[in-house]
């Protein structure tokens, strides 16, 4: 019912107007363009009438007109008439909606071949830069995505076929990859097909080399983190830099020039959002704290993981463009196949259909899109399975129209069909998402693009037939066609008998029919062909003997063609029994252990680890997961929960000082100082090696980087709540480390050519010494930045993550943890941070420490070793079990740590090798794997020993924890139990059943997929 | 000692040169002197025999002589000239058998020219394991330390690598070591599954290429090899005439003829399958190496009467859903189903330098329900039996090899130590290059004790 008043309203809101305008601009371009020859000018004014009109989600003309005019809607509304100048089209039967929107695609972006540059291990691109761009060869937000965009036809095709009107064509190479542009998909130059540049800028929240230790900086997950954050303080930076340069240009150090920076201005400024492209749901997680630590404006391309984080993507608050990327059925068909497919696999192929369901109900914004589909023709398909799984229609069609459109910055634009809007439409026979629905048009910019022929006829349905043969009686029957218009199929009956017909088909507006003649009293084949007409078929025939004959049928009932297609589709959404579980997949909690108000413990062989020592039949009391009591003959307090320990062992709960388990990336290798970077960012809360390490007494541990670098990335201490988010995992108030190594990881002794410094020993202590120099030079310039009074005009320093943090361990704020071997590096690192003048926290492995123990002890240094490992390397030649037993004996704070997550369930066997190997007594050994490393990681204030006040982390053993015959029964956190034989047990038998039910139900999707192929392989039989 | 000590820095230095100019590593040697051969009676009296095969002897004496054990019990007649040992309070086990190691084969792993275990080539059966076992390897000693005295060193590489050497852990030449050569011959079955992954290069086509080929090569080798013996055998008959002789082909003969047992070493479920139908069609004597997922197919080895060398409990569960104890109960699944086994370490080359940690292997399956007397036997008996010397080692048995260790408790605990230990009756040293820096380093701070008083962090 919108009329030209009503939209000349419309055109008074300054915001449209100003749309209007941009319009006006966009498709006067190309009237810039000089016209060769005629011009041509048809008529750009169109009404499609009788249509049922989808405008939006619910909003529904059951038959009306849309006017389109000059690429704009016109008038839509039930009793629009159409305008004298209108070509009028009509689509009685038809549905229109409109036009889809694709939120993300690289459509059109042509492959760039491989060129072999060299990359320099530093992340440089070495092939030869032209212009002012950024140092690292993956941030490249200045790139010019227009330049690149060369669609083909097809492509635009395929995209129309589903119905798309408008694309998002992201680029996709790098972390900063570049802005967005949001193409119209009309037929056209770029000039005409652009409806809006600058739609977000992209970033990709991966890796991008490909190989190990190909592609320069970054090569982990953690290492793209740390550029990403770097950048944008870069471009903030930068920002300032050059206004205060253009304030006062005299005398001030001419800041750089940076493309890169600039094209980022907007984004700091949250003036231009950003797309973050994440692969997976913990980086989801990731991703949203960078967004709000900078407070960025951005949206999501999910990967389809969501559901499993539901609450704190839901709490992020951010909207998300979601693929339909649900998974095919995994192999199961053999029981050896199916081994290996994890229960964790087995349930996302069960749940990721109710993905876009689940985030719609937990009121996430929510776009679809056929991004990361693998194939794009599927995306329909896999719709509907997220509607069998409880997604709406209706918000499907808001996930492809309006919520883009909002997103884009495009709603006045695109999204629905109203007054004003874009002409962007597309035409159905029935409801867009059932299965037997076609897409027959879609209109883009107001020009009609037919995916599917209709046709102009339909003879579907009953037919009395006459059939009026010369010399004779004429034949009446009844006459039945069905199927495709164009591939119809069909019979004539007489009571009881029926003639198949051999051929039937449609071309144009003719019909024509053969069939047996036998039955009829024809020896041969009958033929006739005829006129559709409205309720009429009429024309002649011939019979074999080669006589003519007219025929004519009246119709008796006419097949209502939409009815098929909205008729009941299975719409009953399919209850999927997924239950979800923290972390999703085998030995997920269904909810977080209880914490007991008071528990009681008693009668067990307490090993304190602290001024209490050994305990026979001992009792502790927890009170809020803390511990309250440690002696004998305590009293179980009113209501408390009551564990009978005769006869077992209780100690501290064991804690690891050198872990790589529960995270997602370990080494940012790429460069020799990788200060900036932290394992803290990747934490994998859903590493099945957490559980597995509890199941081993296990309760903290502290997650370092590797050792590929001297100045490796900052630390996470964390304790194994199992089922935590990975920030819950993280104990809060441990002092930061980070991760120093020396010796032959550090200078590449495996590598035949290494062209990275340091080469040596010698250049690992001079490269160690340059920085914290750096981070001191870097310190005098911000102290005399922030002395200034009169900041106006100066440029600032630039903030540099990786020199914080060294000026954090200078200060005393984070500890070093060294990974080392030989006694000369160990030596060596200590005079250079008393030089510096703090103290190293840990050398880890430090497996020559023996030889230089007292150095150790004087220095104050923690030493966190093997027990027993040595001869895997040469600088581990000299490496002794009795390491451990002289460093301790010197005064040395001595822990027995794991560097792997098998050996970290087990520590209390390896603490047992400091008595075997050296003589130290149980309680002191057993310390090396409780209180030492929690001396050493500084959280000796909450864990590492059973006294009052101190955290209740402890672990029931069947018998002494230095005995290989004893077994972990119970391991508690906080009062919490994390891991008890029993409800393992338990545990193991949901896995099994699961495991077995969506086998199952796999097994039974396979029959089905196959018999339903069978049947369309079948049907030309026919 | 201090002399040594420098000495021995001074090899160090050579070393590292070595190293840099890739020349073979011939320098390293280890300061323990080989035992003496046994000259007279000796008895272990008064402790608790462990003998393994039967009835432990509280009290007993454990007789010795020329290697062989000669008596056994608590009345022990004792010959004129007999050494008597008191080991009141001690425990008497049979030496420790490590049934799936590198050990002699490889010194530093990282450094190339010290690794000896892996020849080119896919196909090497006339590899043999015995003749560059070092005798001097300081890993040797390290082993022996912690009790044990015999073990079975396994050559790697390719899909037929090679035939092992079960050694004992004292001489002078390799000689002196090996104890049995050839055990078995060693096959690799191919990975059967398709490797996915980040690190992944080769495609699903190229990878399942490779592995039809890999499996191809096995099957032909065979078929060679049955052909050469035919040929070979035909020989002597009139008319045929001689054929050129084939090192890699001669020397499966005995594999085929079921004198020699193949080592059939298959991890995955799919990988143990194929190569036990494999195998079993090939009429072959197998020994299974293999680990978590041999519990699978445990009806098969049994029916089959295939022995199985277990490689270790202490890795983690192969498969993300799997309990967290599945290599540790795994040996006990063995023994339930009545299958024979043993329990060695995981054969890996960083394992060769931690073979010491053999008797926490078969611990940890106690600790998860194994009896503890089938534990202790899966690193004595079992190991001897299977690799067919069980009539000579692995128990404490009259007419057995003298090879056997007092400690001071169960072995299986790691508190435990090794005081004395004896190979075919030599007495052995338990010092190593570990107990030597231990000693050098420990004289290091009494020093400083003595001029400064202890030092501490305080």
């Known amino acids: 019912m919108q009329t030209f008043t009503q939209l000349s309203r419309y055109l008074r809101t300054p915001l449209l107007g100003a749309v209007f305008l941009l319009l006006f601009f966009t498709q006067s371009r190309t009237q810039t363009k000089p016209i060769e020859g005629i011009r041509e000018n048809t008529p750009k004014v169109h009404a499609l009438m009788n249509a049922r009109i989808v405008q939006a989600s619910g909003r529904v003309i059951e038959k009306g007109t849309v006017v389109l005019r000059d690429g704009t809607i016109e008038a839509v509304g039930a009793g629009v008439q159409p305008p004298a100048d209108a070509r009028v089209w009509d689509y009685e039967g038809l549905t229109i909606y409109p036009g889809l929107i694709e939120s993300y695609s690289h459509l059109g972006l042509t492959k760039e071949k491989k060129k072999s540059s060299q990359t320099s291990p530093e992340g440089g691109s070495q092939k030869t830069k032209t212009g002012a761009k950024h140092w690292n060869q993956y941030v490249t937000p200045e790139g010019d995505i227009l330049a690149k965009f060369k669609p083909k036809e097809d492509d635009l095709k395929k995209l129309r076929s589903l119905g798309f009107t408008a694309a998002v064509i992201a680029p996709n190479k790098g972390v900063f990859s570049g802005a967005s542009v949001l193409m119209s998909l009309d037929k056209g130059s770029v000039n005409d097909l652009l409806l809006k540049r600058d739609v977000a800028q992209n970033i990709m929240f991966k890796r991008p080399g490909s190989r190990r230790f190909g592609g320069g900086y970054p090569n982990s997950q953690m290492g793209v983190i740390a550029l990403i954050r770097q950048t944008l303080l870069d471009a903030d930076w930068y920002r300032k830099a050059q206004l205060a340069y253009s304030l006062k240009p005299n005398g001030q150090k001419r800041p750089e020039a940076n493309e890169a920076l600039a094209a980022l201005e907007k984004v700091v400024l949250g003036k231009q959002q950003v797309l973050i492209n994440i692969e997976d749901d913990l980086n989801f997680l990731r991703a949203a704290k960078i967004v709000k630590k900078f407070n960025l404006k951005a949206i999501i391309l999910g990967s389809g993981h969501e559901y499993r984080q539901l609450e704190l993507v839901k709490a992020s608050g951010l909207p998300v463009i979601l693929p339909v990327n649900f998974p095919e059925a995994p192999e199961v068909e053999s029981p050896e196949d199916a081994l290996d497919v994890s229960l964790q696999k087995l349930s996302h192929w069960e749940a990721a259909p109710g993905n876009p369901a689940r985030l719609l109900k937990a009121n996430v914004r929510v776009a679809l899109t056929t991004a990361k589909l693998k194939k794009q023709e599927d995306f329909y398909k896999k719709i509907r399975s997220a509607i069998k799984s409880g997604l709406s229609e209706s918000d499907a069609l808001t996930a492809l129209t309006m919520t883009p459109a909002a997103l884009l910055g495009m709603q006045s634009m695109l999204g629905s069909v109203d007054v004003g809007k874009l002409a962007h439409l597309v035409v159905t026979d029935g409801d867009l998402f059932k299965e037997k629905t076609k897409i027959l048009e879609v209109w883009i910019d107001g020009n009609r693009h037919e995916i599917e022929k209709r046709p102009e006829v339909d003879p579907r349905g009953k037919w009395q037939i006459t059939m009026n043969i010369p010399d004779g009686e004429p034949i009446k029957r009844e006459l039945e066609l069905k199927g495709e218009p164009e591939k119809l199929t069909g019979s004539l009956t007489q009571d009881s008998t029926s003639i198949k017909l051999t051929k039937a088909k449609t071309s144009f507006k003719r019909l024509t029919l053969t069939l047996p003649g036998k039955d009829l009293g024809f020896e041969g084949v009958i033929r006739m062909s005829g006129v559709v007409g409205k309720g009429k078929l009429s024309g002649h025939g011939k019979l074999p003997d080669g006589r003519r004959f007219s025929w004519l049928a009246d119709s008796r009932e006419p097949l209502e063609p939409t009815s098929e297609k909205t008729k009941k589709e299975s719409t009953k959404s399919e209850r999927p029994s997924f239950i979800p579980v923290s972390p999703p997949g085998a030995f997920g909690r269904l909810a977080p252990p209880e914490q007991p108000k008071t528990i009681l413990v008693q009668g067990a062989t307490i090993w304190t680890s602290g001024p209490q020592g050994n305990i026979e039949n001992g009792d502790m009391l927890v009170t809020n997961g803390k511990i309250s009591k440690v002696g004998t003959g305590l009293q179980a307090p009113a209501g408390a929960m009551v564990i009978d320990a005769k006869g077992k062992h209780v100690t501290p709960g064991l804690i690891d000082a050198h872990s790589h388990s529960g995270l997602s990336s370990i080494n940012e290798g790429s460069q020799a100082v990788t200060a900036e970077v932290s394992v803290g960012d990747v934490i994998n809360s859903y590493d099945i090696a957490l559980y597995r390490e509890l199941a081993g007494g296990l309760t903290a541990a502290n997650q370092l980087h590797g050792s590929a670098n001297p100045i490796g990335g900052k630390n996470s201490v964390i304790k194994l709540r199992w089922g935590s988010s990975p920030d819950d995992l993280r104990i809060k108030d441990a002092i930061p480390g980070i991760k120093f190594a020396l010796g032959e990881n550090v200078k590449r002794s495996r590598s035949s050519n290494n062209k990275r410094y340091p080469d040596t020993r010698m250049g690992v202590e001079q490269i160690i010494r340059d920085r914290f120099e750096a981070a001191l030079d870097y310190e005098r310039k911000w102290l005399k930045f922030s002395a200034l009074k009169k900041k106006k005009g100066i440029i600032p320093p630039r903030r540099d993550l990786e020199l914080d943090t060294l000026l954090e361990i200078i200060h005393g704020k984070r500890l070093v943890h060294s990974h080392s071997y030989r006694q000369d590096e160990i030596l060596m690192l200590v005079r250079v941070a008393e030089d510096f003048g703090f103290k190293i926290g840990t050398f880890q492995h430090v497996l020559e420490g023996y030889k230089v123990a007292e150095v150790l002890a004087k220095h104050g240094a923690g030493a966190s070793t093997f027990s027993d490992w040595w001869a895997y390397k040469f600088e581990v030649y000299d490496a002794i079990p009795y390491n451990g037993a002289l460093m301790h004996n010197a005064g040395v704070v001595v822990s027995f740590n794991s560097d792997s997550g098998e050996l970290a369930r087990r520590l209390n066997l390896e603490a047992a090798k400091a008595v075997k190997y050296g003589g130290v007594s149980e309680e002191e050994a057993l310390k090396f794997v409780t209180l030492n490393p929690a001396k050493q990681l500084r959280i000796d204030h909450r864990v590492g020993s059973l006294e009052v006040g101190k955290d209740a982390d402890f672990v029931i053993w069947s018998g002494s924890p230095l005995s290989t015959y004893s077994i972990c029964e119970q391991t508690w956190i906080e009062g919490r139990k994390y891991f008890d034989l029993e409800e393992d047990m338990k545990m193991r038998e949901r896995v099994v059943n699961e495991r077995a039910r969506i086998i199952q139900k796999v097994l039974a999707a396979n029959e089905k997929g196959k018999s339903k192929k069978k049947k369309s392989e079948d049907k030309p039989t026919h | ?458």
Not at chain 2, 198 to 208: A, G
Request: charged share 25%; hydrophobic share 40%; aromatic share 6%.
């Open chain 2, 1 to 458: 000692m201090r002399q040594i000590v420098n000495l021995k820095s001074g090899t160090l230095y050579l070393i590292s040169a070595f190293i840099l100019s890739l020349f073979a590593l011939t320098v390293i040697a280890s300061d323990q002197v080989p035992g003496k051969p046994q000259d007279h009676p000796i008895a272990l009296v008064g402790c608790k025999i462990h003998t393994v095969s039967g009835a432990t002897i509280e009290n007993g004496t454990v007789l010795f002589i020329d290697g062989k054990i000669t008596g056994l019990g608590t009345q022990v007649d004792l010959p004129e000239g007999t050494e008597r040992i008191n080991a009141k309070g001690k425990h008497v086990y049979p030496g420790l058998i490590t049934a799936n190691t590198r050990l002699g084969l490889v010194e530093i792993n990282a450094v190339r020219a010290t690794r000896d275990f892996a020849e080119l080539g896919d196909v090497k059966p006339n590899i043999r394991a015995e003749v560059s076992i070092n005798p001097d390897s300081e890993l040797l000693p390290v082993a022996r330390a912690n009790g044990i005295t015999m073990a079975h060193t396994i050559p790697s590489g390719g899909l037929i690598a090679g035939t092992s050497a079960l050694i004992t852990l004292d001489g002078w030449t390799w000689e002196d070591l090996t104890y049995k050569a050839p055990v078995g011959l060693y096959i690799d079955w191919p990975f059967m599954g398709i490797r996915k992954g980040r690190f992944v290069i080769k495609s699903e086509k190229e990878q399942l290429k490779e592995r039809d080929e890999r499996l191809a090569k096995i099957r032909d080798t065979f078929a060679q090899a049955r052909a050469y013996m035919k040929a070979k055998e035909a020989e002597g008959q009139k008319g045929t005439p001689y054929h050129g002789s084939d090192l890699r082909l001669d020397a499966m003969i005995p594999v085929l003829k079921k004198e020699m047992p193949i080592l059939l070493h298959a991890r995955g479920i799919k990988q143990i399958q194929a190569a036990l139908d494999w195998a079993i069609d090939e009429d072959l004597k197998i020994i299974l190496l293999s680990g978590q997922d041999v519990r699978f197919v445990t009806s098969l080895l049994k029916e089959n009467n295939i022995p199985v060398i277990y490689e270790g409990t202490l890795t983690t569960p192969s498969r993300r859903w799997e309990p967290y104890d599945t290599p540790f109960r795994t040996p006990l699944n063995l023994f339930e189903a009545g299958v024979t086994f043993c329990i060695s370490g995981s054969g890996r080359t960083f394992e060769a330098a931690h073979e010491r940690n053999l008797p926490y292997q078969a611990a940890m399956a106690a600790a998860y329900g194994l009896p503890k007397e089938e534990a202790l036997k899966a690193v004595t008996l079992y190991p001897a039996q299977i690799l067919g010397v069980g009539d000579r080692v692995g128990s404490i048995e009259i007419g057995k090899d003298a090879t056997l260790i007092v400690t001071n408790g169960d072995p299986l605990e790691i508190m435990t130590n090794v005081e004395m230990e004896f190979i075919q009756g030599r007495k052995i040293d338990l010092s190593s290059r570990h107990t030597e820096l231990y000693e050098k380093y420990k004289t290091k701070y009494e020093r400083i004790e003595l001029t400064n008083g202890k030092v501490t962090s305080k």
